[in-house]
């Protein structure tokens, strides 16, 4: 047995000093709404608090899906970076990351060099993305929807070269027969999310799913817990997004949240038993849902 841990958007705070030729362009839409909103629904005490529960449960394995950082600054992805660091060595943590993080034109360039031990895959010279750690029996396919977009939209994109490989890299990982867990931000699921903040070739990534398959799919952004399925070639595959794990919880709102995956291997079908554990009004970590996905 194999478990999981998948936290998504803790959109780590507080943020770091802005110089003001940093704040011409879609930065200053982000930088007002912090000051004026996610600065206090975003709390670090409430990540935390989720962080050391993940930890009492002593997981093989934590998926972070994105948005790390909220204006795509070089400062936050050094302070992300730092943070990585206290879940777990790069061999045991993977990150793929979010629209946040690719904030604006040339953020991801940085982000992919400072976080580079947490999203390379097993094979030297491999692409970028998607890329492949096989950990056990597991394979983690670390896909990128993080491309800078304009102001007041939020959307990914996966790209016609990387849904393709995404495509090869499914098929050939099926003929090994691992069980396939794909990391991305962005849900494929449709109708899931407002327009502006959509999966903008979310129709080619479900494509590849139903033509090849894969026994789960973890992703981040809307920022609330979720279980759905895609098509797959044998059946329906498993979707789970999880919440904005620093999410202070209020009279309109939950608490952060991350997930926990057992997966164990079986002559079939792998068996992924998911629970949530969510921060409380009271501050404790509970278990607040739970169900057999597979098997």
């Known amino acids: ?35 004026s909103n996610r600065g206090r629904v975003y709390d670090n005490a409430v990540l935390d608090a989720l962080v050391a529960d993940m930890r009492a449960m002593a997981p093989d394995h934590v998926a972070v899906t994105g948005d790390l950082a909220n204006l795509g600054l070089a400062a936050e992805f050094d302070n992300a970076r730092h943070w990585l660091l206290t879940l777990g060595p790069p061999e045991t943590v ?58 007041l939209m939020a959307t990914g994109t996966v790209g016609e070269e990387q849904a393709a490989v995404l495509g090869e890299v499914l098929a050939d990982i099926g003929r090994d027969r ?71 919880p209020g009279e309109d709102r939950t608490g952060g949240s991350y997930n926990l995956l057992s997966i164990e291997e079986s002559a079939g079908a792998p068996s992924i038993e998911l629970i949530e554990r969510r921060f409380m009004p009271d501050g404790s970590v509970e278990t607040a849902a739970g169900e057999r996905l597979t098997g």
């Open 1 to 35: 047995m194999v478990l999981i841990a998948h936290l998504s958007d803790p959109h780590l705070g507080p943020l770091p000093a802005v110089a003001p030729r940093e704040l011409v362009s879609k930065r200053l839409f982000g930088y007002l709404n912090w000051r």
């Open 94 to 151: 993977t990150v793929v990351p979010g629209n946040h993080d690719a904030y604006v034109p040339g953020a991801f360039a940085v982000l992919n060099r400072v976080w580079r031990p947490f999203m390379t895959g097993d094979e030297p010279g491999g692409p970028d993305f998607p890329f492949v750690r096989q950990r056990g029996p597991l394979a983690l396919i670390g896909v990128s929807t993080a491309v800078a977009t304009p102001p």
């Open 178 to 248: 691992l069980v396939r867990v794909v990391l991305i931000h962005h849900s494929p699921i449709a109708g899931s999310t407002p327009w502006h903040r959509r999966l903008t070739d979310a129709p080619r990534v479900r494509d590849v799913i139903a033509r090849h398959g894969a026994e789960l799919v973890l992703h981040g952004h809307n920022h609330r817990f979720s279980v759905a399925s895609l098509a797959g070639p044998n059946g329906p595959v498993p979707v789970v997004g999880a919440a904005a794990a620093s999410l202070r």
